[in-house]
């Protein structure tokens, strides 16, 4: 399990500076985050499995907070044309890196 949130880690930050180099072209880049059920295949237990589900909600939660102050903001901010045509590109790298290290996190406490 290490070495898959280690491979979404280092994957999403690979993605972000692409994507924030490269922009649309650079979004290719987040296909090696999709890529982990491909490369590491094997069968998880039980243990691994709860860790992953709350590692996944754990995220998640922390992405919808994300949303919903991007979206308040947006409203008195003006974040500017590229920052919202790129911004899928980076909330996914961003949920890559988070993924990983969150992941890391709760492997190494748990």
């Known amino acids: 399990m290490n070495k898959i ?5 280092i994957a999403g930050c690979i993605s972000l500076i692409l994507v924030l180099m490269f922009g649309r072209i650079g979004m ?16 998880a237990d039980e243990r691994e499995r709860q ?6 909600s754990q995220v998640l939660m922390l992405l919808l ?8 903001l ?5 974040f500017g044309l590229s ?6 590109g980076i909330l996914i790298s961003l ?16």
């Open 95 to 110: 949920l890559f890196i988070f993924l990983g290290l969150n992941g890391l996190r709760l492997l190494k406490n748990e």
């Open 65 to 72: 907070i994300i949303f919903v102050n991007y979206y308040v």
């Open 74 to 78: 947006n409203s008195f901010i003006e």
């Open 28 to 43: 290719y880049s987040l296909n090696l985050g999709f890529l982990v059920p491909i490369i590491f295949k094997h069968k």
């Open 5 to 9: 949130y280690l491979f979404l880690f």
């Open 83 to 88: 920052f919202d045509r790129y911004l899928i």
């Open 51 to 56: 860790l992953s589900y709350k590692n996944y």
